[in-house]
């Protein structure tokens, strides 16, 4: 009789913005020999986390991933994602998973719905090996440190949103703080002191660019459920259980809408509106898009907070020479079938989250910023 050896999860979880995806690129570019399966969730409708992850991991071809899409893991999601989860723990393909979870899931949620699951089955081929949070320690300086430590008065930023950051924080056995480049030694010795205050336990480890020792994520600390539920920080925090579960259901008032137009930009425009008359209730923006200027490069648009950024990272298929783009059409017939008259696979792809947007307005501006 076959024993299946159990496999283990780890779960990337923090907010929007905060690195999650450029941590997972790096851990799969460390691992060697090891087969992996990839779980990315994404609030909007369009999936960008596993799209910059194609784009960029050099061993996407050895690895499985699987997309979850309109919905986090934590609550609407979370039957399938278990039923993916126990997929994955039969294919012999695969020794371990790694999940990279919405910007706004709780991690709380997730771990009590898998060991759940886990406990109704009896036979779960998976285990939770970890759960690594990634922090953004520039932003959580500037923008919620103050809140945090209850120092400043009345809250700058939205209590739900903070209570989710502060959750995210608290309910993980690694805390990854990234963009640690971007604050002098004393800061970072500062928001560290914070975070003690509400997370005593886990490992605290800085990163810049996302890179850090695979060792530490996958040979370090292990997720302990009770421990970590029974920590004081989040005892205190189950004073507050039942409006806590009412956020869950509706991702703390969070919600998303994607941007798709095949025109152009023009780029001016677009960083003018990006950089002066961005709407503070947006959150996370984030996906593709090119520029009037540039019909070759697909760039990438990252925006998380007072931070944003316009970085190319390939190129079109419709400025490719003809060659390549038949080989590139047999390998990837489904870019064909989408293929635009005029601008060909080149296409602005957006997402944008917050709360309490104007929809229509903003839509009206990113139009105004297009020319044909």
């Known amino acids: 009789m076959k024993i299946q050896k159990r496999k283990p999860v780890t779960m990337i979880t923090g907010y929007l913005g905060s690195g999650k995806t450029t941590v997972l690129n790096e851990l799969l570019k460390s691992q060697t020999g090891e087969r992996l399966a990839i779980i990315v969730n994404d609030l909007g409708s369009i999936n960008i986390d596993a799209s910059v992850i194609k784009k960029n991991s050099v061993v996407e071809a ?3 991933m699987i997309e979850m899409t309109n919905g986090c893991i934590c ?27 919405s910007g706004v899931s709780n991690p709380a949620a ?5 060991l759940s699951y886990q406990k109704q089955r009896g036979d779960s ?13 520039d932003r959580l300086y500037n923008e919620f440190i103050e809140d945090i430590k209850g120092t400043d008065g009345e809250r700058s930023e939205d209590p739900d949103i903070l209570n989710l950051v502060m959750d995210q924080i608290e309910f993980c056995n690694i805390v990854l703080l990234s963009k640690c480049d971007l604050l002098c030694r004393k800061q970072i010795a500062e928001l560290k002191d914070v975070i003690r205050t509400f997370q005593n336990e886990a490992e605290i480890y800085e990163t810049v660019y996302g890179e850090i020792d695979p060792e530490k994520i996958f040979s370090g600390k292990k997720f302990d ?8 920080a989040l005892q ?9 579960e009412e956020l869950y259901e509706d991702d703390y008032g969070i919600t998303s809408f994607s941007f798709r137009d095949p025109r152009p930009f023009d780029y001016d425009k677009f960083i003018d509106l990006i950089s002066y008359r961005f709407p503070e209730e947006l959150i996370r923006g984030k996906g593709y898009m090119w520029f009037k200027n540039d019909d070759v490069h697909v760039h990438l648009f990252e925006q998380a ?3 944003s950024s316009v970085t190319e990272v390939s190129n079109w298929v419709a400025s490719m020479p003809k060659e390549e783009q038949d080989a590139v059409f047999a390998e990837f017939p489904e870019i064909k079938q989408e293929w635009h ?24 501006d990113l139009k105004a910023c297009l020319v044909d």
């Not at 278990?82 to 990279?100: F, G, H, P, T, Y």
């Not at 081929?125 to 320690?137: E, H, N, P, Q, R």
């Open 62 to 64: 050895e690895a499985k």
């Open 75 to 101: 609550c609407t999601l979370q039957e399938a994602f278990m039923e993916q989860i126990e997929r994955l723990s039969a294919d012999d393909n695969v020794d371990k998973i790694i999940v990279e979870a």
């Open 110 to 114: 997730i771990a009590y719905g898998f």
């Open 125 to 137: 081929g998976v285990y939770l090996d970890s759960i690594v949070t990634v922090a953004d320690a």
């Open 225 to 232: 459920y009770d421990k970590v539920r029974n920590s004081s």
């Open 236 to 244: 205190r925090a189950m004073d507050r259980e039942e409006q806590m």
């Open 305 to 307: 907070g007072r931070n």
């Open 341 to 364: 008259e005029k601008y060909g696979d080149r296409l602005n792809q957006l997402v944008f989250i917050g709360k309490g947007y104007n929809k229509d307005e903003f839509v009206k």
